[in-house]
DNA sequence: AGGGCATATGCGTGTCAAGGTATATAAGGA
DNA sequence: TCCTTATATACCTTGACACGCATATGCCCT
């Protein structure tokens, strides 16, 4: 499942349709790929169940499938205890990202955390 | 970075790393893994920023380092906005996860769905 | 039916990364 | 000093995969 998004055209098509479903020649042109390399990756995809189609007379929509983000979630889950817990330095880099989001963020999280034992 | 945690080797060692901090020889002995393995995937999570590692005598500790996770999980932000708006099934899953986490999150996300087109 | 558009698939090729084995570096203890 | 432990690196081989190009499939329209 890591695999699938290591490949940034994949990331790419994904981001894309994060805003809406989208047909292949629509990422083809968007993305400025090859058209077989977008149905490749998309054919991947499905197969991983990142996305699904439906059809529309001879093009195929694309759009999301929520299951394999939250796997990645749920993976990332345990680190995110972790890194909660060194909430000092990064605060900046927050901050450079997306302030709005950080702050309500910071008001909710309170950093009562596992401490390294050892 | 994402080709960084789609080895299964590597995230292993990420896994193992989560608890506290470990050695290459502990590394190697809990996963079973030949030394230059463990070695080498350490470089590249090293070379990554995803691990730092201090002396100990002949010892070399390693431990996690943030800020990568907090990238994935930036990467992940716009995907999670999505897939909250599918909620339904997938409560009770995230309900096993992360209680907490998931609630606080729901209350301040609204469901912006993208409508189908056509 | 035939032609054009939209998408999928097959094949050959090059690249890159992981594993195995051997060896190098370095610190500790006798 | 010599030996042992701990970790890192070098070299080689192999397999996976992404790409380009060509072609196949399928639907629409006249």
Redesign the interface.
Known sequence: M??I??EPNR?AI??LL????QSVGEIERRLRMPQPTVSKHLRVLREAGFVESTV?AQRR?Y??K??P??E?????????R??SA?VDA?ER??DR?DQS?RT?RKT?EKTTRPK???
């Open positions: 890591f695999e998004i290591a990331r994904l981001s994060v805003s809406s479903q529309d929509l759009r999301l929520p299951e983000f939250q990645v979630d749920a993976w990332l889950a345990p680190f995110r972790f890194w060194h990064l880099h927050l990202i989001t309500k909710k390294p034992r050892k």
